[in-house]
């Protein structure tokens, strides 16, 4: 279930409304009020409500959902940098798809952020968190709610940047950066650099004077 806040309008059960982010139409089949383990189905519900609406894996924190012919996009919350990196692999590899499947549930929670080398598959996804323990709960809800067991390998990494140049106009695999340097993208094809040392940063920006890096990522310049 995803929560949405009604900014203004009126929600109907059933209604055709534009998945902004997603780039279609999608029908607002259900929608759903809890309050601790009851539920009710929501019929009609105004600006200021709050439903849950079923989730088939669309949606992200931020994304905005509208009707009418003018789409309606709000600026999306700043994504914040991790401190901890780790390269997470499954144990079993007859279970890729529990494994992908769970990390990219996760990761759309929040209780994560998942990154991926360019052009590398999820074979195996660096995984970013702000302290240790989320890669206790991340292994834990792994195997519990996936069944899915799997390694960790802590990264060196310490400095992560987005990159906030316009699609198309630098050329990413061609920057000059450190060897330690990684190139990845997120979830949503964003490209970011991991750092081992702030050196490393002021290295990127001294070498390549058209790179325009940003320590959050969701923000407009």
Known sequence: IAFVRICSGKFERGMEAMHVQGGRKIKLATGTTMMADDRAIVDEAYAGDIVGLFDPGIFSIGDTICTGKKPVQFAGIPTFAPELFARVTQVDTLKRKQFVKGMEQLAQEGAIQIFRELGAGMESVIVGVVGTLQFE?????????YHVEVRRQPLPYTDIRWIVNEPGTIDIPGLSLTRDTLRVED?????????TSPWNIDWATDHNKELKLSEFGN???
């Open 187 to 195: 979830m949503r094809g964003g490209k970011l650099l991991l750092f």
């Open 219 to 221: 923000v407009e310049f």
């Open 137 to 145: 709960v991340l292994e834990q809800r792994l195997k519990s709610e």
